[in-house]
């Protein structure tokens, strides 16, 4: 491996190398942030059309429906993106497209796998938890129907490969189709005086077409790619052909579980121990705030890939300068997210949503400090990942998550509903100082040489 370290390479085609890098991942992540944001003011106008149709209390309930179907969906499916991205690294190298092929098509069986088990487990859920979280009997009717949107959710395949080959434009704008088609139809529900069952319908529907545009999409990049169909490759001894794919996919799979539990079913404990109008209310305000947080998911989607080769090539210097260089780019965003909603949050909600959803201004500035601090992990995360490290990622997000937990079990009873965003700072506060600290650590154990 020493061939391909730092150390060895022409340090003016190094700095070319990596200034050329820089410049590539930059205009990617532009055009995902330019895509997020565009999208997400899509989403906000029809969130602000439900809302106003529906009022505080309707709207709560489907937010609660939609709540149980996503709580289900990330319990159950797999991050198969993740291992994705890191074996078909290797495959790369190797120039074996056939494997290619059949590691993708594993990641496919696993998410069908799981997107069907989730959707049966939401449908369930819906007729168990629904009377604990202010859900009535004919509601869980509603939860089945958007069962079919989860079972028809299969992204971690179609990400892995648009991933792999730079489409960051079209994961970027890809989603803007069915936020337009979905903001459309809910002008259409708001004036024909729609009820809470149509915009269970409408968000069911769109979540549908949204998906199978994807999933066509990332097949066209497979194809593109020179990777032949994954239907023509055997699926027989998929496990011994890759024996780490599995332990790395449940790994991570376990990890994003439990950022579930903080991220996804806090909607619900808010709605257990509140009700649904109040769980309306922090779901509206953790939902914006999330605009922040999907920058850094963003960050992640863009970085992984080259983090990956990076340090399989044994590039420790440009792994660690990279890391640097995004957290410093993140810290910047958060920090004005926070000061903007500081200054224009209570006008802004009062104009989007209505004088009855003011009061989701205080859990929306609490939520981006959890964001910033969000923000500030995620390049560690996907470091951490590319180093080999799911163990220790999977036991920080644990640890974080009974801190959640038990921050959120003590202040929703004696706060209100803002007590889940207090939780998810303690959150954010242990999952950035524990995986910064494993992340320096681990590459400050390599030669000098590479690092310096």
Known sequence: MAGTSDHSENPEGRFNTEKSLFRRRSESLLHLIGGSIGTALLMFASISIAARALGPAAFGTLVLILAIGRVCERLLRFESWQPLIRYVALEEAAGNNANIARLYLYGLLLDITAAFAAALVAVGAGLVL??????RPEHAGLVAIYALAIACNIRGVPSAALRMAG???TLAYIQAVSAIMRLALAFVLL??????????VLWTAIQ??????????????LRDQGVPSLFSVSW???RQAFPGFLRFAMSTNLSSTLRTFSHEADTLLVGFFMGPAAAGLYFLARRIAKVAQQIGDLVQMVTYPDLARSWHAAKRAAFGRLVRF?????????LTAIFGVWLFGKPVLAAAFGPDFVDAYPMLLAQLVAVALILHAAPSRSALLAMNRP?????????????????????IPHYGAIGA????????IVTAIALDAALWRGIGRQPRELVG
């Not at 004036?191 to 269970?200: D, I, N, Y």
């Not at 990622?393 to 202040?411: G, Q, Y």
């Not at 965003?421 to 954010?428: D, L, W, Y």
């Open 191 to 200: 004036f024909q005086g729609a009820g809470l069952a149509a915009f269970v």
């Open 208 to 221: 549908i077409l949204d998906a199978a545009i994807f999933f066509l999409l990332g097949l066209k990049s």
């Open 130 to 135: 629904g009377p604990y979280i202010g859900l």
């Open 421 to 428: 965003n207090f939780a998810h700072i303690a959150f954010g």
């Open 391 to 411: 163990a220790f990622v999977l036991a920080t997000a644990a640890v974080s998550t009974v801190v959640f937990f038990a921050t959120a079990l003590f202040a």
């Open 236 to 238: 027989r001894g998929l």
């Open 326 to 334: 995004v957290q410093i780019v993140l810290a910047g965003f958060g």
């Open 167 to 169: 489409r960051f434009r």
